[in-house]
T-cell receptor, first 116, second 113 residues
Framework: GAVVSQHPSWVICKSGTSVKIECRSL??????MFWYRQFPKQSLMLMAT?????????EQGVEKDKFLINHASLTLSTLTVTSAHPEDSSFYIC????????????FGPGTRLTVT | KNQVEQSPQSLIILEGKNCTLQ??????????LRWYKQDTGRGPVSLTI?????NTKSNGRYTATLDADTKQSSLHITASQLSDSASYIC????????????FGTGTRLTVIP
């Protein structure tokens, strides 16, 4: 159990366009979902934390108007990269946590975004 | 400052050999420590998670240790296989906050035949 999926697994878009990435918890209800970004040979960097039904909390330095996060249900969170630029090219990973007492975060397989 | 440091940065070993990866942390107040395996282009997969009271935990050929006094952890891999080639990330959780996970930069392990 505890499977998290992401869609798409990879996407190429043109500079200036917007891209939406979905994160789903397949077999549990995720009260909290997290979005990370990972550049080559670097570790994961937390971008934002989202709780179902409320606004996301963004980490310092992450533009909330550029990275729109929606957590409309207990099994789905979306990250929309608006007006994408080549420097937004990265590996985006979501994770989900179910239940306030749960330590565990389950990570999705990641989405490779390339902006040309 | 809450930090997680891993060593070595990279490691190459022969198939069948054992290896040990290290993790030192300064995260406080400590909640838990996890080891993840991340294949290239994939999301991290949990190997072990330990809380303050646990000093060792195994998952197949992976054995993690935790010394909460010295704030050190290790991940020992026995009888390595080619499929063990991946990055191994140490992640330390802090007690407070919605998400207080601090990530190490990982150790890149390459197992060669």
């Amino acid at each position: 159990g505890a499977v998290v999926s992401q869609h798409p697994s990879w996407v190429i878009c043109k500079s200036g366009t917007s891209v939406k990435i979905e994160c789903r918890s397949l077999d549990f209800q995720a009260t909290t979902m997290f979005w990370y970004r990972q550049f080559p040979k670097q570790s994961l960097m937390l971008m934002a934390t989202s709780n179902e039904g409320s606004k996301a909390t963004y980490e310092q330095g992450v533009e909330k108007d550029k990275f729109l996060i929606n957590h409309a249900s207990l099994t789905l969170s979306t990250l929309t990269v608006t007006s994408a630029h080549p420097e937004d090219s990265s590996f985006y990973i979501c994770s989900a946590r179910g239940g306030q007492d749960s330590y565990e975060q389950y990570f999705g397989p990641g989405t490779r975004l390339t902006v040309t | 400052k809450n930090q997680v440091e891993q060593s070595p940065q990279s490691l190459i070993i022969l198939e069948g050999k054992n290896c040990t990866l290290q993790c030192n942390y300064t995260v406080s107040p400590f909640s838990n420590l996890r080891w993840y395996k991340q294949d290239t282009g994939r999301g991290p997969v949990s190997l072990t998670i330990m809380t303050f009271s646990e000093n060792t935990k195994s998952n197949g050929r992976y054995t993690a240790t935790l010394d909460a006094d010295t704030k050190q952890s290790s991940l020992h891999i026995t009888a390595s296989q080619l499929s063990d080639s991946a990055s191994y990330i140490c992640v330390v959780g802090r007690q407070t906050g919605a998400n207080n996970l601090f990530f190490g930069t990982g150790t890149r392990l390459t197992v060669i035949p």
